[in-house]
């Protein structure tokens, strides 16, 4: 996502300066050595013919709660693949990339993060049985596009729930403090700003363009893979308070008042949107790549060499989780107008790790 200045980064080689983030297919040698310590097998499938499914997260029972965009139905997905249609959640108004979109879950209580008429928002429901009850909007005013609508939704190890939102195309936001777009936000369950937050505000980091995935280490470091403009898309290490560039670079850049990926890809290769950490690695669910990602991490929080999995089998890449079994549950995306549906399409697959 930035401009990168090749020449900065050859002369800081030269000196002896930390290594470039690693970039697949150009070359540069990643800041870390961390080695794949998992390698994953053979993916089965879990549920069949669903229309955008473009997040999932677990209940405590181990059943998971999978979003579909367009059609703004949740589902419940049990792992022997049995699927049940809790609801088409009123007030979604499904828009381009907007939609129903992120959930995430906290005891009997689950938070949804879709397109309104009016804007991007927020909302908290009780879940009974298979019944979603008493909705309230915890965040309303942020900004929706046809485009860069963001969407994740995470609990974090701290308790609190992140929020991922886009600029919409209005690349002017990303940069203002005072807008909920372009931003990683962090936030109570009744959707105050958390203790500690570095403006006082829902603002956690800014200077994104479309963050579509949050993962966390063990370390509790947070993660965040983000969508490029032409040149590179990204895997960013997220600090409190910190300035991510957009627009003012796209990639690896030279100034020091913006942080710099720990990992670029062309976006010909990624178009990177859900992701999970699981035995050592993040994995990156690519959409435009057609691939699962898989981007070990060191000690340090460093990245090593991305490797491809799956490359076009499945086709787009899009909801990435970690299940309680220590599975990845992956949906596919190829229904989202940009794909090419295959018979079965889409679908939720579940990937051993080993």
């Known amino acids: 996502m930035r401009s990168i200045c090749q020449i900065m980064i050859v002369m800081a080689l030269a000196a002896g300066c930390a290594a470039a983030p690693a970039e697949v297919g150009a070359g540069a040698r990643p800041a870390g050595t961390a080695t794949p310590s998992a390698t994953p097998g053979e993916p089965r499938t879990i549920a069949r013919n669903l229309r955008v499914p473009w997040a999932i997260a677990f209940l405590e029972g181990g059943d998971a709660l999978v979003t579909?965009?367009?059609?703004?139905?949740?589902?419940?997905?049990?792992?022997?693949?049995?699927?049940?249609?809790?609801?088409?959640i009123e007030g979604v108004e499904p828009d381009g990339e907007g939609g129903l979109m992120g959930v995430a879950v906290k005891g009997e209580r689950v938070f949804l993060y879709f397109t309104a008429a009016e804007d991007n928002r927020i909302v908290r429901y009780r879940l009974t049985g298979d019944r979603l009850t008493d909705a309230k909007v915890i965040v309303d005013g942020i900004p929706k596009g046809g485009i860069h609508d963001g969407g994740r939704l995470a609990f974090g190890p701290d308790g609190f729930l992140y929020a991922t939102t886009g600029e919409t195309g209005d690349r002017r936001l990303s940069q203002d403090r005072d807008s909920l777009g372009g931003k990683i936000l962090r936030?109570?369950?009744?959707?105050?700003?958390?203790?500690?937050?570095?403006?006082?505000t829902l603002v956690y980091s800014y200077g994104h363009r479309n963050v579509q995935g949050l993962a966390w280490d063990p370390a509790g470091r947070l993660y965040a893979s983000e969508f490029g403009a032409q040149s590179y898309d990204e895997v960013n290490l997220v600090k409190a308070g910190g300035n991510y560039g957009w627009p003012e670079v796209e990639g690896v850049g030279s100034d020091p008042a913006f942080i710099n990926p720990i990992v670029t890809w062309s976006t010909s290769e990624a178009s990177p949107s859900g992701m999970a950490y699981a035995k050592g690695s993040l994995w990156v669910g690519a959409l435009q790549g057609r691939r699962l990602w898989q981007v070990p991490l060191g000690q340090d929080g460093s990245a090593g060499t991305p490797v491809a999995h799956f490359d076009d089998t499945y086709g787009r890449l899009r909801a990435v989780t970690t299940a309680p079994d220590g599975t990845l549950w992956v949906g596919t995306s190829n229904h989202d107008g940009r794909g090419d549906p295959r018979d079965g399409d889409d679908r939720i697959l579940s990937v051993p790790l080993s």
């Open 68 to 88: 579909e965009r367009d059609r703004a139905r949740l589902l419940r997905v049990t792992a022997a693949g049995g699927v049940t249609s809790l609801d088409r």
């Open 187 to 200: 936030m109570t369950e009744d959707g105050a700003p958390a203790p500690g937050n570095p403006f006082g």
